[in-house]
């Protein structure tokens, strides 16, 4: 995955490497890390879409206030990545924009 990303990870005195899945590609990270982190040093950009415009989002304040770090991990969506440390073996996927409701109710006001 190229790394789009002006995110430049610090050197780490971690001993401890573990492998997580971003988009199905295995990538090594020190241990306490976040997947924030891991998403941005990755270059996985952006990391989700929007629901009503999807619009392209992405880690932005690392602190869990401002929730544009949203992703999937292991099957279970709308997880901050910023607030979520790393774990071995776990899989990270972009978040894809809710679908739309009012497609099946639109179908049905058109029979």
Do not use: H
Request: proline residues 6%; charged residues 15%.
């Amino acid at each position: 995955m190229p790394n789009a990303s002006p995110f430049n990870r610090l050197e780490s005195n971690s001993d401890t490497w573990i492998t997580l899945y971003i988009e199905n590609q295995a990538i090594q990270v020190p241990a306490g890390d976040t997947v924030a982190a891991a998403i941005l040093g990755a270059g996985l950009l952006p990391s989700r879409s929007t629901p009503i415009s999807n619009s392209q989002r992405a880690p932005y304040c690392l602190m869990g206030v401002c929730f544009e770090c949203l992703v999937t991990i292991d099957g279970k969506e709308n997880i901050q990545a910023c607030m979520t440390q790393v774990q071995d073996g776990m899989r990270v996927s972009k978040q894809i924009q809710a679908p739309d409701l009012n497609a099946a109710n639109t179908l049905e006001a058109k029979k």
